[in-house]
Protein backbone atom coordinates (compact mmCIF):
# COMPACT_ATOMS: atom_id res chain seq x y z
CA UNK A 1 0.00 0.00 0.00
CA UNK A 2 3.51 2.13 0.04
CA UNK A 3 2.94 3.08 -3.62
CA UNK A 4 -0.82 4.07 -4.90
CA UNK A 5 0.89 5.19 -7.61
CA UNK A 6 -0.91 6.00 -10.77
CA UNK A 7 0.58 3.50 -12.81
CA UNK A 8 -1.95 3.54 -15.54
CA UNK A 9 -1.32 7.07 -16.18
CA UNK A 10 2.34 7.73 -15.54
CA UNK A 11 2.96 4.74 -17.97
CA UNK A 12 1.03 6.38 -20.54
CA UNK A 13 2.96 9.83 -20.15
CA UNK A 14 6.26 7.82 -19.87
CA UNK A 15 5.98 5.48 -22.45
CA UNK A 16 4.82 7.69 -25.21
CA UNK A 17 8.10 9.67 -25.69
CA UNK A 18 9.59 6.38 -26.05
CA UNK A 19 7.45 5.57 -29.35
CA UNK A 20 7.97 8.69 -30.74
CA UNK A 21 11.27 10.58 -31.39
CA UNK A 22 11.16 13.05 -29.15
CA UNK A 23 12.58 15.77 -31.87
CA UNK A 24 10.32 14.68 -34.60
CA UNK A 25 7.62 17.24 -35.38
CA UNK A 26 4.73 14.73 -35.37
CA UNK A 27 5.96 14.56 -31.90
CA UNK A 28 5.94 17.70 -31.13
CA UNK A 29 2.57 18.94 -32.82
CA UNK A 30 1.46 16.17 -30.45
CA UNK A 31 3.13 17.29 -27.44
CA UNK A 32 1.20 20.81 -28.06
CA UNK A 33 -1.96 18.89 -28.51
CA UNK A 34 -1.56 16.78 -25.27
CA UNK A 35 -0.76 19.96 -23.68
CA UNK A 36 -3.96 22.00 -24.73
CA UNK A 37 -5.74 19.15 -24.05
CA UNK A 38 -4.56 19.48 -20.68
CA UNK A 39 -5.26 23.31 -20.69
CA UNK A 40 -9.07 22.07 -21.88
CA UNK A 41 -9.98 20.29 -19.14
CA UNK A 42 -8.15 22.37 -16.29
CA UNK A 43 -9.84 25.60 -17.75
CA UNK A 44 -13.40 23.57 -17.45
CA UNK A 45 -12.74 21.64 -14.34
CA UNK A 46 -11.27 25.03 -12.87
CA UNK A 47 -14.75 26.84 -14.05
CA UNK A 48 -16.98 24.45 -12.73
CA UNK A 49 -14.90 24.63 -9.14
CA UNK A 50 -15.12 28.49 -9.25
CA UNK A 51 -19.03 28.67 -9.88
CA UNK A 52 -19.34 25.42 -7.56
CA UNK A 53 -17.15 27.47 -4.80
CA UNK A 54 -18.77 30.49 -5.46
CA UNK A 55 -22.52 28.78 -5.49
CA UNK A 56 -21.44 27.45 -2.08
CA UNK A 57 -19.90 30.11 -0.13
CA UNK A 58 -23.28 32.30 -1.10
CA UNK A 59 -25.21 29.52 0.45
CA UNK A 60 -23.20 29.07 3.24
CA UNK A 61 -24.06 32.60 4.05
CA UNK A 62 -27.57 32.51 4.87
CA UNK A 63 -27.04 29.34 6.53
CA UNK A 64 -28.11 31.22 9.78
CA UNK A 65 -30.83 32.80 8.65
CA UNK A 66 -32.79 29.29 6.76
CA UNK A 67 -31.27 27.44 10.07
CA UNK A 68 -33.42 29.98 12.19
CA UNK A 69 -36.27 30.75 9.67
CA UNK A 70 -36.61 26.76 9.93
CA UNK A 71 -36.10 26.63 13.42
CA UNK A 72 -38.95 29.42 13.93
CA UNK A 73 -41.10 27.50 11.36
CA UNK A 74 -40.83 24.12 13.83
CA UNK A 75 -41.98 26.51 16.70
CA UNK A 76 -38.59 26.19 18.27
CA UNK A 77 -37.15 28.48 21.43
CA UNK A 78 -34.55 30.09 19.38
CA UNK A 79 -32.46 30.90 22.36
CA UNK A 80 -32.70 27.39 23.95
CA UNK A 81 -31.83 25.68 19.60
CA UNK A 82 -28.81 23.81 19.01
CA UNK A 83 -27.51 22.37 16.20
CA UNK A 84 -27.81 18.67 15.60
CA UNK A 85 -30.83 18.14 18.82
CA UNK A 86 -34.24 18.34 18.62
CA UNK A 87 -35.19 21.85 19.12
CA UNK A 88 -37.24 22.76 22.36
CA UNK A 89 -40.24 24.38 21.31
CA UNK A 90 -42.35 27.12 23.33
CA UNK A 91 -45.31 24.32 24.12
CA UNK A 92 -42.51 22.52 25.65
CA UNK A 93 -41.20 25.31 28.11
CA UNK A 94 -44.75 25.92 28.96
CA UNK A 95 -45.19 22.64 29.82
CA UNK A 96 -42.08 23.06 32.02
CA UNK A 97 -43.21 25.79 33.38
CA UNK A 98 -46.12 24.43 34.41
CA UNK A 99 -44.78 21.35 35.86
CA UNK A 100 -42.95 23.34 38.06
CA UNK A 101 -45.07 26.16 39.15
CA UNK A 102 -48.96 24.64 38.93
CA UNK A 103 -48.24 21.71 41.85
CA UNK A 104 -46.72 24.58 43.98
CA UNK A 105 -49.03 27.03 43.79
CA UNK A 106 -51.63 24.21 45.15
CA UNK A 107 -49.80 23.14 47.61
CA UNK A 108 -48.68 26.97 48.98
CA UNK A 109 -52.92 27.57 48.16
CA UNK A 110 -53.88 24.26 50.60
CA UNK A 111 -51.04 25.30 52.87
CA UNK A 112 -52.14 29.18 53.27
CA UNK A 113 -55.46 27.92 53.71
CA UNK A 114 -54.88 25.72 56.56
CA UNK A 115 -52.58 28.76 58.16
CA UNK A 116 -55.69 30.84 57.44
CA UNK A 117 -58.11 27.77 59.36
CA UNK A 118 -56.17 28.14 62.28
CA UNK A 119 -54.19 31.28 62.94
CA UNK A 120 -57.06 32.47 65.27
CA UNK A 121 -57.28 29.67 67.61
CA UNK A 122 -54.49 26.62 66.97
CA UNK A 123 -51.05 27.13 67.21
CA UNK A 124 -49.52 24.04 66.82
CA UNK A 125 -51.94 23.01 63.54
CA UNK A 126 -51.03 27.05 61.90
CA UNK A 127 -47.26 26.09 62.61
CA UNK A 128 -47.41 22.77 60.88
CA UNK A 129 -49.02 24.26 58.07
CA UNK A 130 -46.06 27.31 58.04
CA UNK A 131 -43.73 25.10 58.43
CA UNK A 132 -45.46 22.52 55.17
CA UNK A 133 -45.32 26.08 52.94
CA UNK A 134 -41.95 26.66 53.80
CA UNK A 135 -41.05 23.23 52.42
CA UNK A 136 -43.22 23.61 49.23
CA UNK A 137 -41.51 26.90 48.84
CA UNK A 138 -38.50 25.83 48.86
CA UNK A 139 -39.12 22.76 46.62
CA UNK A 140 -40.54 25.67 44.19
CA UNK A 141 -37.27 27.53 44.23
CA UNK A 142 -35.06 24.35 43.63
CA UNK A 143 -37.48 23.60 40.93
CA UNK A 144 -36.99 27.25 39.37
CA UNK A 145 -33.18 27.01 40.16
CA UNK A 146 -32.90 23.33 38.22
CA UNK A 147 -34.60 25.06 34.92
CA UNK A 148 -33.00 28.39 34.58
CA UNK A 149 -30.76 28.93 32.02
CA UNK A 150 -27.12 28.38 33.37
CA UNK A 151 -24.00 26.47 31.86
CA UNK A 152 -24.64 24.13 34.04
CA UNK A 153 -27.92 23.32 32.83
CA UNK A 154 -27.78 23.59 29.55
CA UNK A 155 -24.98 21.31 29.74
CA UNK A 156 -27.20 18.75 31.52
CA UNK A 157 -30.33 19.18 29.47
CA UNK A 158 -27.71 18.56 25.97
CA UNK A 159 -26.29 15.34 27.06
CA UNK A 160 -30.14 14.58 28.11
CA UNK A 161 -31.72 15.28 24.69
CA UNK A 162 -28.31 13.33 23.33
CA UNK A 163 -29.52 10.23 25.28
CA UNK A 164 -32.79 10.23 24.75
CA UNK A 165 -31.96 10.87 20.76
CA UNK A 166 -29.50 8.38 21.10
CA UNK A 167 -32.43 5.88 22.17
CA UNK A 168 -35.22 7.12 19.74
CA UNK A 169 -36.98 8.86 22.81
CA UNK A 170 -39.08 12.22 22.76
CA UNK A 171 -37.05 14.92 24.93
CA UNK A 172 -37.36 14.48 28.45
CA UNK A 173 -38.89 17.16 30.69
CA UNK A 174 -35.84 17.41 33.06
CA UNK A 175 -33.96 18.65 29.55
CA UNK A 176 -35.99 21.75 29.10
CA UNK A 177 -34.78 24.76 30.63
CA UNK A 178 -36.43 28.00 30.73
CA UNK A 179 -34.78 31.39 27.78
CA UNK A 180 -32.45 33.60 28.73
CA UNK A 181 -35.44 36.13 29.10
CA UNK A 182 -37.44 33.89 31.47
CA UNK A 183 -34.53 32.77 33.81
CA UNK A 184 -33.70 36.65 34.40
CA UNK A 185 -37.59 36.65 35.74
CA UNK A 186 -37.10 33.12 37.53
CA UNK A 187 -34.42 34.58 38.98
CA UNK A 188 -35.73 37.67 40.18
CA UNK A 189 -38.93 35.11 41.97
CA UNK A 190 -36.54 32.34 43.49
CA UNK A 191 -35.54 35.39 45.25
CA UNK A 192 -38.57 36.17 47.06
CA UNK A 193 -39.17 33.49 47.52
CA UNK A 194 -36.52 32.85 49.18
CA UNK A 195 -37.13 36.45 51.55
CA UNK A 196 -40.38 34.66 51.75
CA UNK A 197 -39.81 30.97 52.78
CA UNK A 198 -36.88 32.67 55.21
CA UNK A 199 -40.04 35.05 56.71
CA UNK A 200 -42.12 32.10 57.20
CA UNK A 201 -39.74 29.97 59.14
CA UNK A 202 -39.32 32.47 61.24
CA UNK A 203 -43.53 33.20 61.65
CA UNK A 204 -43.49 29.19 61.99
CA UNK A 205 -40.81 29.78 65.17
CA UNK A 206 -43.82 31.68 67.18
CA UNK A 207 -44.46 30.94 70.77
CA UNK A 208 -48.04 32.26 70.42
CA UNK A 209 -50.53 33.05 68.54
CA UNK A 210 -50.30 36.83 68.97
CA UNK A 211 -46.94 36.59 67.98
CA UNK A 212 -47.83 34.22 64.63
CA UNK A 213 -50.48 36.76 63.33
CA UNK A 214 -47.86 39.61 63.93
CA UNK A 215 -45.88 38.33 60.69
CA UNK A 216 -49.14 38.44 58.93
CA UNK A 217 -48.50 41.89 57.16
CA UNK A 218 -44.64 41.30 56.37
CA UNK A 219 -45.41 38.01 54.97
CA UNK A 220 -48.36 39.35 52.69
CA UNK A 221 -46.10 41.84 51.26
CA UNK A 222 -43.24 39.37 50.48
CA UNK A 223 -45.87 37.19 49.07
CA UNK A 224 -47.27 40.27 46.98
CA UNK A 225 -44.11 40.66 46.04
CA UNK A 226 -43.32 36.63 44.60
CA UNK A 227 -46.34 36.75 43.50
CA UNK A 228 -45.94 39.57 41.00
CA UNK A 229 -42.23 37.94 40.01
CA UNK A 230 -44.57 34.67 39.30
CA UNK A 231 -47.30 36.75 37.09
CA UNK A 232 -44.41 38.20 35.03
CA UNK A 233 -42.92 34.76 34.20
CA UNK A 234 -46.24 33.57 33.73
CA UNK A 235 -46.43 36.03 30.88
CA UNK A 236 -42.68 35.82 29.46
CA UNK A 237 -43.95 32.20 29.19
CA UNK A 238 -47.19 32.92 27.74
CA UNK A 239 -45.50 35.18 24.65
CA UNK A 240 -44.23 32.65 21.87
CA UNK A 241 -40.62 33.23 20.11
CA UNK A 242 -40.34 35.75 17.34
CA UNK A 243 -37.41 36.07 14.76
CA UNK A 244 -35.54 38.89 16.61
CA UNK A 245 -35.28 36.96 19.54
CA UNK B 1 2.80 4.69 12.03
CA UNK B 2 4.88 5.85 8.88
CA UNK B 3 8.69 4.95 8.98
CA UNK B 4 11.18 7.73 7.43
CA UNK B 5 12.67 5.89 4.92
CA UNK B 6 12.41 7.42 1.72
CA UNK B 7 9.84 5.42 -0.43
CA UNK B 8 11.64 6.88 -3.46
CA UNK B 9 11.07 5.63 -7.50
CA UNK B 10 14.06 3.12 -7.03
CA UNK B 11 12.30 0.62 -4.81
CA UNK B 12 8.66 0.51 -7.07
CA UNK B 13 9.18 -1.91 -10.02
CA UNK B 14 7.74 -0.08 -13.29
CA UNK B 15 7.87 3.36 -11.94
CA UNK B 16 10.32 4.79 -14.69
CA UNK B 17 11.47 7.88 -13.66
CA UNK B 18 15.23 6.47 -13.50
CA UNK B 19 15.21 4.57 -17.27
CA UNK B 20 13.99 7.91 -18.91
CA UNK B 21 16.88 9.45 -21.49
CA UNK B 22 18.10 12.66 -21.75
CA UNK B 23 16.86 13.44 -24.82
CA UNK B 24 13.30 12.70 -23.62
CA UNK B 25 14.09 14.62 -20.58
CA UNK B 26 15.01 17.66 -22.15
CA UNK B 27 12.33 17.38 -24.93
CA UNK B 28 9.12 16.85 -23.18
CA UNK B 29 9.72 16.09 -19.27
CA UNK B 30 10.77 18.68 -16.39
CA UNK B 31 11.38 15.99 -13.97
CA UNK B 32 14.94 17.23 -13.54
CA UNK B 33 13.78 20.44 -12.85
CA UNK B 34 10.79 19.39 -10.71
CA UNK B 35 13.80 17.29 -9.09
CA UNK B 36 16.20 20.39 -8.37
CA UNK B 37 13.20 22.47 -7.27
CA UNK B 38 12.03 19.81 -4.29
CA UNK B 39 14.99 18.63 -3.40
CA UNK B 40 15.47 22.12 -2.10
CA UNK B 41 12.43 21.44 0.28
CA UNK B 42 12.69 17.43 0.74
CA UNK B 43 16.85 18.21 1.49
CA UNK B 44 15.42 20.98 3.86
CA UNK B 45 13.54 17.91 5.37
CA UNK B 46 16.35 15.70 6.01
CA UNK B 47 18.38 17.96 8.13
CA UNK B 48 18.62 16.84 11.12
CA UNK B 49 17.45 19.22 14.45
CA UNK B 50 18.47 18.90 18.03
CA UNK B 51 15.80 17.82 20.63
CA UNK B 52 16.66 17.09 24.04
CA UNK B 53 19.71 14.97 23.86
CA UNK B 54 19.15 13.36 20.57
CA UNK B 55 18.89 14.12 17.07
CA UNK B 56 15.53 13.84 15.13
CA UNK B 57 14.84 14.36 11.50
CA UNK B 58 12.87 17.41 10.06
CA UNK B 59 10.86 15.18 7.71
CA UNK B 60 10.29 12.38 11.08
CA UNK B 61 8.38 15.28 12.79
CA UNK B 62 6.90 16.47 10.17
CA UNK B 63 5.43 13.02 8.93
CA UNK B 64 3.86 12.34 12.78
CA UNK B 65 2.49 15.67 12.98
CA UNK B 66 0.60 15.20 9.52
CA UNK B 67 0.29 11.41 10.13
CA UNK B 68 -1.17 11.36 13.81
CA UNK B 69 -4.65 12.84 12.90
CA UNK B 70 -5.24 9.44 10.84
CA UNK B 71 -5.26 7.95 14.37
CA UNK B 72 -8.92 10.14 15.37
CA UNK B 73 -11.56 8.22 14.10
CA UNK B 74 -10.45 4.78 16.01
CA UNK B 75 -9.39 6.60 18.94
CA UNK B 76 -13.20 8.18 19.11
CA UNK B 77 -14.42 4.49 19.10
CA UNK B 78 -11.96 3.69 21.93
CA UNK B 79 -14.31 4.31 24.48
CA UNK B 80 -17.17 2.43 23.17
CA UNK B 81 -14.72 -0.53 22.30
CA UNK B 82 -13.21 -0.95 25.80
CA UNK B 83 -17.01 -0.66 27.66
CA UNK B 84 -18.17 -2.33 24.97
CA UNK B 85 -21.00 -0.02 24.10
CA UNK B 86 -23.63 -1.60 21.94
CA UNK B 87 -25.31 1.41 21.24
CA UNK B 88 -22.45 4.17 20.82
CA UNK B 89 -21.57 1.29 17.86
CA UNK B 90 -25.11 0.80 16.64
CA UNK B 91 -26.03 4.49 16.61
CA UNK B 92 -22.39 5.95 14.86
CA UNK B 93 -20.15 3.59 13.99
CA UNK B 94 -20.54 3.76 10.37
CA UNK B 95 -20.47 7.81 11.07
CA UNK B 96 -16.86 7.58 13.01
CA UNK B 97 -14.92 4.88 11.43
CA UNK B 98 -16.72 4.72 7.76
CA UNK B 99 -16.54 8.98 7.43
CA UNK B 100 -12.78 8.03 8.90
CA UNK B 101 -12.31 5.77 6.22
CA UNK B 102 -13.76 8.06 3.31
CA UNK B 103 -10.99 10.81 4.87
CA UNK B 104 -8.06 8.94 5.51
CA UNK B 105 -8.88 6.77 1.63
CA UNK B 106 -8.83 10.96 0.39
CA UNK B 107 -5.88 11.33 2.31
CA UNK B 108 -4.31 8.25 0.39
CA UNK B 109 -4.96 9.56 -2.86
CA UNK B 110 -3.82 13.50 -2.31
CA UNK B 111 -0.22 12.77 -2.01
CA UNK B 112 0.55 11.67 -5.89
CA UNK B 113 -1.28 15.21 -6.99
CA UNK B 114 0.59 17.04 -4.33
CA UNK B 115 3.70 15.10 -5.61
CA UNK B 116 3.10 16.18 -9.16
CA UNK B 117 2.07 19.93 -8.07
CA UNK B 118 5.07 20.41 -6.34
CA UNK B 119 7.61 17.85 -7.65
CA UNK B 120 8.49 17.21 -3.49
CA UNK B 121 8.55 13.52 -1.67
CA UNK B 122 8.90 13.80 1.46
CA UNK B 123 5.12 13.36 2.35
CA UNK B 124 5.55 9.76 0.30
CA UNK B 125 5.33 7.39 3.27
CA UNK B 126 2.09 9.29 4.24
CA UNK B 127 0.58 7.68 1.75
CA UNK B 128 0.96 4.17 2.90
CA UNK B 129 0.11 5.18 6.39
CA UNK B 130 -3.72 7.18 5.09
CA UNK B 131 -3.92 3.74 3.42
CA UNK B 132 -2.88 1.44 6.38
CA UNK B 133 -5.73 3.80 8.68
CA UNK B 134 -8.40 3.99 5.87
CA UNK B 135 -7.91 -0.32 5.80
CA UNK B 136 -8.38 -0.14 9.55
CA UNK B 137 -11.50 2.09 9.92
CA UNK B 138 -13.26 0.14 6.99
CA UNK B 139 -12.43 -3.39 8.21
CA UNK B 140 -13.69 -1.74 12.08
CA UNK B 141 -16.77 -0.04 10.40
CA UNK B 142 -17.58 -3.35 8.81
CA UNK B 143 -16.91 -5.80 11.88
CA UNK B 144 -18.80 -3.31 14.10
CA UNK B 145 -21.87 -2.76 11.77
CA UNK B 146 -22.27 -6.21 11.49
CA UNK B 147 -22.13 -7.27 15.03
CA UNK B 148 -24.58 -4.19 15.66
CA UNK B 149 -26.93 -2.90 12.79
CA UNK B 150 -30.32 -3.75 13.55
CA UNK B 151 -30.98 -5.71 9.89
CA UNK B 152 -32.43 -8.86 9.61
CA UNK B 153 -29.98 -11.37 9.00
CA UNK B 154 -26.83 -12.81 10.52
CA UNK B 155 -23.25 -10.87 10.05
CA UNK B 156 -23.23 -11.42 6.71
CA UNK B 157 -27.04 -10.95 6.40
CA UNK B 158 -25.80 -7.46 7.82
CA UNK B 159 -23.02 -6.56 6.23
CA UNK B 160 -24.07 -7.92 2.54
CA UNK B 161 -28.02 -7.68 2.67
CA UNK B 162 -28.89 -4.39 1.54
CA UNK B 163 -26.96 -3.34 -1.87
CA UNK B 164 -25.36 -0.39 -0.30
CA UNK B 165 -23.86 -2.87 2.64
CA UNK B 166 -22.53 -5.10 -0.50
CA UNK B 167 -20.53 -2.47 -1.86
CA UNK B 168 -19.01 -1.32 1.32
CA UNK B 169 -18.23 -5.20 2.38
CA UNK B 170 -16.76 -5.37 -1.76
CA UNK B 171 -14.89 -2.32 -0.35
CA UNK B 172 -13.98 -4.22 2.59
CA UNK B 173 -12.42 -7.31 1.07
CA UNK B 174 -10.83 -5.22 -1.54
CA UNK B 175 -8.95 -3.51 1.34
CA UNK B 176 -7.79 -6.46 3.29
CA UNK B 177 -4.93 -7.59 0.37
CA UNK B 178 -3.70 -3.96 0.27
CA UNK B 179 -3.04 -4.15 3.92
CA UNK B 180 -1.72 -7.31 4.02
CA UNK B 181 0.48 -6.15 1.20
CA UNK B 182 1.06 -3.02 2.33
CA UNK B 183 4.73 -3.65 3.27
CA UNK B 184 8.43 -3.77 1.65
CA UNK B 185 8.48 -7.51 1.98
CA UNK B 186 5.17 -8.17 0.11
CA UNK B 187 6.53 -5.42 -2.02
CA UNK B 188 10.11 -7.32 -2.84
CA UNK B 189 8.18 -10.50 -3.05
CA UNK B 190 5.20 -9.71 -5.33
CA UNK B 191 7.41 -8.04 -7.42
CA UNK B 192 5.92 -6.43 -10.70
CA UNK B 193 2.30 -7.79 -9.51
CA UNK B 194 2.74 -5.30 -6.27
CA UNK B 195 1.55 -2.12 -8.35
CA UNK B 196 -0.84 -3.62 -10.23
CA UNK B 197 -2.67 -5.16 -7.21
CA UNK B 198 -2.53 -2.01 -5.30
CA UNK B 199 -4.34 -0.51 -8.64
CA UNK B 200 -7.59 -1.99 -5.97
CA UNK B 201 -7.20 1.48 -4.76
CA UNK B 202 -9.01 2.86 -7.82
CA UNK B 203 -11.41 0.09 -7.28
CA UNK B 204 -12.10 0.79 -4.01
CA UNK B 205 -12.61 4.93 -4.84
CA UNK B 206 -15.58 3.87 -7.44
CA UNK B 207 -16.52 1.32 -5.24
CA UNK B 208 -17.29 4.54 -2.92
CA UNK B 209 -19.12 6.02 -5.27
CA UNK B 210 -21.81 3.59 -5.99
CA UNK B 211 -21.73 2.85 -1.89
CA UNK B 212 -22.64 6.33 -1.25
CA UNK B 213 -24.93 7.24 -3.86
CA UNK B 214 -27.00 4.05 -3.25
CA UNK B 215 -26.86 5.52 0.69
CA UNK B 216 -27.49 8.88 -0.39
CA UNK B 217 -29.35 9.36 -3.56
CA UNK B 218 -28.23 11.94 -5.71
CA UNK B 219 -30.77 14.54 -4.70
CA UNK B 220 -30.71 15.86 -1.10
CA UNK B 221 -33.25 16.30 2.32
CA UNK B 222 -36.27 17.95 1.99
CA UNK B 223 -38.72 18.45 5.09
CA UNK B 224 -38.63 15.10 6.07
CA UNK B 225 -37.98 13.20 3.11
CA UNK B 226 -34.14 12.19 2.04
CA UNK B 227 -31.83 10.43 3.95
CA UNK B 228 -29.44 12.64 7.09
CA UNK B 229 -31.03 14.75 9.31
CA UNK B 230 -28.49 17.70 8.97
CA UNK B 231 -29.23 19.67 12.62
CA UNK B 232 -28.40 22.59 11.12
CA UNK B 233 -30.72 22.60 7.94
CA UNK B 234 -28.06 22.70 5.59
CA UNK B 235 -28.29 19.19 4.13
CA UNK B 236 -26.60 19.83 0.83
CA UNK B 237 -23.47 20.26 2.60
CA UNK B 238 -24.12 17.23 4.48
CA UNK B 239 -24.94 15.24 1.42
CA UNK B 240 -22.06 13.24 1.59
CA UNK B 241 -22.21 12.28 -2.35
CA UNK B 242 -21.66 15.70 -3.05
CA UNK B 243 -18.72 15.81 -0.42
CA UNK B 244 -17.20 12.57 -2.32
CA UNK B 245 -17.96 14.20 -5.75
CA UNK B 246 -16.35 17.99 -5.08
CA UNK B 247 -13.64 15.95 -3.22
CA UNK B 248 -12.87 13.50 -6.01
CA UNK B 249 -12.85 15.80 -8.72
CA UNK B 250 -9.31 17.61 -7.86
CA UNK B 251 -7.74 13.73 -7.06
CA UNK B 252 -8.72 12.99 -10.22
CA UNK B 253 -8.25 16.25 -12.59
CA UNK B 254 -5.00 15.55 -11.71
CA UNK B 255 -4.17 12.14 -12.57
CA UNK B 256 -5.23 12.88 -16.09
CA UNK B 257 -2.78 12.50 -18.52
CA UNK B 258 -3.22 15.47 -20.07
CA UNK B 259 -3.35 17.88 -17.20
CA UNK B 260 -0.34 15.88 -16.06
CA UNK B 261 1.82 16.93 -19.66
CA UNK B 262 0.13 20.49 -19.17
CA UNK B 263 1.39 20.85 -15.74
CA UNK B 264 4.73 19.37 -16.83
CA UNK B 265 5.31 21.24 -19.54
CA UNK B 266 4.52 24.76 -17.70
CA UNK B 267 6.54 23.50 -14.82
CA UNK B 268 9.38 23.08 -17.17
CA UNK B 269 8.54 26.60 -18.39
CA UNK B 270 9.45 27.74 -15.11
CA UNK B 271 5.66 29.03 -14.56
CA UNK B 272 4.62 27.01 -11.78
CA UNK B 273 2.88 30.24 -10.77
CA UNK B 274 0.17 29.19 -13.83
CA UNK B 275 -0.61 25.78 -12.45
CA UNK B 276 -1.22 26.94 -9.29
CA UNK B 277 -3.46 29.75 -10.79
CA UNK B 278 -5.25 27.39 -12.98
CA UNK B 279 -5.28 24.32 -9.92
CA UNK B 280 -6.87 26.41 -7.67
CA UNK B 281 -10.14 26.17 -8.26
CA UNK B 282 -10.77 23.10 -7.82
CA UNK B 283 -8.27 22.71 -5.25
CA UNK B 284 -10.20 25.29 -3.25
CA UNK B 285 -13.33 23.32 -3.86
CA UNK B 286 -11.52 19.96 -2.42
CA UNK B 287 -10.49 22.09 0.61
CA UNK B 288 -14.30 23.19 0.73
CA UNK B 289 -15.90 19.57 0.69
CA UNK B 290 -12.85 18.06 2.87
CA UNK B 291 -13.57 20.63 5.24
CA UNK B 292 -17.47 19.25 5.95
CA UNK B 293 -16.37 15.90 5.81
CA UNK B 294 -13.63 16.23 8.81
CA UNK B 295 -16.38 18.95 10.33
CA UNK B 296 -18.68 15.52 10.81
CA UNK B 297 -15.70 13.43 11.41
CA UNK B 298 -14.96 15.70 14.49
CA UNK B 299 -18.74 15.84 15.32
CA UNK B 300 -20.47 12.36 15.15
CA UNK B 301 -16.26 11.43 16.60
CA UNK B 302 -16.86 13.74 19.48
CA UNK B 303 -19.83 12.33 20.43
CA UNK B 304 -19.18 8.71 20.39
CA UNK B 305 -15.83 9.17 22.08
CA UNK B 306 -18.50 10.48 24.89
CA UNK B 307 -20.57 7.51 24.44
CA UNK B 308 -23.43 9.46 23.30
CA UNK B 309 -24.03 8.80 19.72
CA UNK B 310 -25.66 11.45 17.42
CA UNK B 311 -28.01 9.58 15.11
CA UNK B 312 -28.17 12.56 12.65
Partial sequence: MDDFEDAPWE??????????????????????????????ILVFVGVLSSVLVIAGLIYATGASARSKAAALAAGCELSLFKSGIPCITHQMVMSQYQAIVTPASNQLNADTAAYRANEGHNLVAAEAALTAEVTAEQALDNSLAAAAFTP???????????????????????????????????????????????LTAEQARSSSLR??????????????????ELNLLRTAVAVPPTASQ | MATTRDYGPDVYPGDAVGTWNEQEQSAYDSKSQRRAGRSRVDEWMEKDFKFGGSRIKRRAVALILLGAPAIAPLFFMLPATLTLNENTFSVSVDDTLGTGAELCLFLCLLVTPLVTLTGQRWFVPLRRWYGIMMACCAIGDAIAAGLTDTFAGGFFGVVAGHV??????????LVIPLL??????????????WKKLHYLTYVIWGLLFFHLSLLEGFGF????????????????????????????????????????????????????????????????????????????????GINSFRETPSAE
Avoid at chain 1, 211 to 221: A, E, I, K, W
Avoid at chain 2, 250 to 266: H, N
Fill in chain 2, 221 to 300: QRGSNGSGFPGDGEPIFHQRLYQYSAASLFLLTLRLPPVKRWIAARQSEGRNWVVYATIAPVFLLFVFAMTFIINEEIFK
Fill in chain 2, 164 to 173: FELMGFTMVL
Fill in chain 1, 152 to 198: QNRARAITLITNAMSFGNPVPLAAITFTPQMTVIADALVRDIQALAK
Fill in chain 1, 211 to 228: QLRSFNPSVDVATAAAQS
Fill in chain 2, 180 to 193: ITGNPWAQRKLGRY
Fill in chain 1, 11 to 40: SAVRTRPQRRGPTSQTYARRGEDDTRAGKV
